[in-house]
């Protein structure tokens, strides 16, 4: 067993910071926000770096996409980088055409991440999953604080389009709950970090707050459920979103999530709640995040499903 | 405003007399001599000083007597279906609920097919949605034993009768369990704080560590704000606010779960190895607690009416400060 990364993992690492230093970051996305709320440029670049496509690529595969997807998620990237170069990849060989969003027929009138940007929906139903070109007839935007544009698909929406075979829906499922366990993990790591920053330097009570044995351990038990998130998506993506795993994993990192971002706004304080101050970039996000597929009790439900047959009734 | 959330006269001589059969009669041995079998010999004296009638009308009580008894009962981990006899004392009809307040009848309420006390219980009801039912048994049963160390079962039941208006009852219910875990939630965090106080470890009673004390502090807070808001919810069941006490009856038990989860994590970790010993302080309590907690969500009925409370009725956006009612 080996948890480091490989040689080729650690160049392909290094090119995705220095892009995504240049190209993402907490300041590039409140200016995205203000400008339709998808960064087309990063979406661009990293097209160009063949990111996107990299668990098609020789030697590559949901693993190498997983770790590219943490970082964007980390640098706040406002692209749906996981679900293009994660979950669609993870579906069909063929082509996507970015923008991505994700969703199943129950999702019809709820609010879902980058619809009314995608080019291409990946939507499940019982049919199976389709990949449909949504027509702007089909989609209302909805204004989102999330840090993630959304949109709507309208009520009486049918999927019209070909439908990938065998089983999809549940390998949906499964792309989707790891995507959500890895964009969790680079967030709430980069929540933490923010806030690790942040009480190294404030002073209150005659010392800085950080040296509080109390903050010391609140943050660590935070650290805890970061790392957590991480192994448990990694070894989901190494096991090319094995289903148990991967319910494993985004049943995790949903519940980490939620304490990760009362945390670190609890440790913050005040400041933590403006704009100027960088928490609520990821925050916001992983409220988002925590919302998808059923939150946690979805993810428990499925989990339990999976892991021990049980399908919730008492 | 004036809503003191303290005990009045008659609550507090209810609560002392409580803890003191509790102290009496429901010690650790005595809990421990109940293993595997309803605890007929703790229901008998929980019965016979008319606790199990705090609820009904020739128990003269009301939700406020009802929260300060289980409050207690809570703290002292009592055994057995006391929330669902609360519940069912305010359904059932004078006989019926006589036979159950004077504890010659035991309740069960069935979640699917799990049967609590199936073997010993001879009123059974299903909550679903807003609505209860009475059921009966329909099969063969297969007993089991739950986290509690409970003598349950899982089983087939059939319809017997819908109950007219279940309202008031469910209100009850809601507050007979976030009593029962507030107090158990308190109990724990103040013996957890007692073991910290006198644990030597590092060189120092542990209790003096920012990060076993601080986490215990939050925990006696989120349990107070549970408890206060029991019994504000008591308090307006009592003065005939039906409404208002049903969103803040579903509020508090949300709470109180929480809260009781969390206090039963942070407790076990201040007792260390101790807290998992069948001798040790904590298990009979947490354990009691976590079967509570996996039994009181009753597929979101009290979340719809927590919203409702506030105004926010489904499929309709939410009021925001500054809207006229």
Not at chain 1, 77 to 100: H, K, N, R, Y
Not at chain 2, 41 to 64: Q, S, V
Not at chain 2, 140 to 167: H, Q, V
Request: proline fraction near 4%; glycine fraction near 10%.
């Amino acid at each position: 067993m080996n948890f480091e990364p490989s040689d080729d993992q650690r160049a392909i690492l290094d090119a995705v910071e220095a892009l995504l230093t240049r190209h993402a970051g907490p300041k590039r996305a409140a200016l995205v926000r203000q400008h339709g709320g998808y960064d087309e440029a990063l979406h661009q670049a990293l097209a160009e770096g063949g990111f996107t496509t990299i668990a098609r690529q020789e030697g590559m595969g949901l693993l190498e996409a997983a770790l590219i997807a943490e970082r964007v998620s980390r640098h706040a990237g406002v692209v749906p980088f996981a679900a293009q170069a994660l979950v669609a990849a993870g579906l069909t060989s063929e082509e996507i055409t970015g923008p991505v969003a994700l969703a199943f027929d129950w999702d019809v009138g709820e609010p879902v991440r980058f619809l009314a940007q995608a080019r291409t929906l990946v939507f499940g139903d019982d049919d199976g999953v389709k990949l449909v070109t949504p027509e702007p007839i089909d989609v209302e935007p909805v204004a989102s604080d999330f840090g993630y544009p959304m949109g709507r698909l309208r009520a009486g929406f049918t999927a019209r389009g070909r439908p990938l075979g065998g089983g999809a829906q549940a390998r949906l499922s499964s792309l989707w709950n790891l995507a959500i366990a890895v964009e969790a993990t680079g967030a709430m790591d980069a929540a933490l970090q923010v806030t690790v920053d942040y009480l190294k330097v404030r002073k209150q009570f005659g010392r800085t707050i950080g040296s509080f044995q109390a903050v010391q351990h609140r943050l660590a038990g935070c650290k805890v459920l970061v790392e957590g998130s991480r192994w448990l998506a990694y070894e989901a993506a190494y096991k090319n979103a094995d289903p148990e795993a991967s319910a494993t994993a985004a049943t995790y990192a949903s519940a980490a999530a939620a304490q990760v971002a009362r945390e670190t706004h609890q440790l913050s304080g005040a400041i933590g709640f403006t704009r100027e101050y960088d928490l609520h970039v990821w925050t916001l996000r992983l409220q988002a995040l925590t919302l998808e597929l059923g939150g946690i009790s979805g993810h428990r439900r499925v989990l339990a499903a999976l892991r021990w047959n049980l399908d919730g009734e008492g | 405003m004036t809503l003191d959330l303290r005990w009045g006269s008659e609550q507090q001589a209810i609560a002392d007399a409580v803890a003191k059969l509790c102290r009496d009669r429901v010690t650790p041995a005595a809990v421990d001599a109940t293993a595997g079998r309803f605890p007929h010999e703790i229901w008998a004296a929980i019965a016979e000083l008319g606790f199990l009638a705090l609820g009904t009308p020739e128990g003269g009580g009301g939700a406020l007597e009802m929260v300060a008894a289980v409050e207690v009962m809570g703290g002292a981990a009592v055994p057995g279906p006391i929330t669902e006899t609360f519940f069912a004392t305010r359904l059932l009809e004078t006989e019926e609920r006589e036979r159950v307040a004077s504890g010659a009848a035991i309740v069960s309420v069935v979640s699917g097919t799990l049967v609590p006390w199936a073997e010993v219980a001879s009123t059974f009801l299903q909550i679903d949605g807003d609505r209860v039912r009475r059921v009966d048994l329909d099969g063969p049963l297969a007993p089991l034993e739950t986290l509690a160390g409970e003598r349950w079962a899982r089983g087939a039941t059939k319809p017997a009768g819908d109950f007219a208006d279940a309202s008031q009852a469910l209100v009850l219910y809601d507050l007979a369990r976030a009593a029962y875990l507030g107090g158990a939630g308190h109990r724990l965090v103040s013996t957890a704080a007692e073991h910290a106080r006198g644990r030597i470890q590092f060189g120092k009673s542990i209790g003096r560590f920012q990060a076993v004390a601080h986490p215990l502090a939050d925990c006696a807070m989120h349990l107070s704000a549970a408890v206060a808001l029991t019994r504000a919810a008591a308090f307006h069941f009592d003065g005939g606010a039906a409404g208002h006490a049903r969103g803040l009856a579903g509020a508090a038990l949300r709470s109180s779960r929480a809260a009781a989860l969390d206090a039963a994590n942070v407790a076990h970790q201040v007792f260390g190895a101790l807290g998992i010993t069948l001798e040790g302080p904590a298990y009979r309590v947490s354990r009691r607690i976590r079967q509570l907690a996996s039994f009181a969500s009753a597929g979101g009925r009290e979340d719809a009416a927590i919203l409702a409370h506030f105004g926010v009725v489904e499929g309709q956006p939410a009021p925001r400060p500054g809207d006229r009612p």
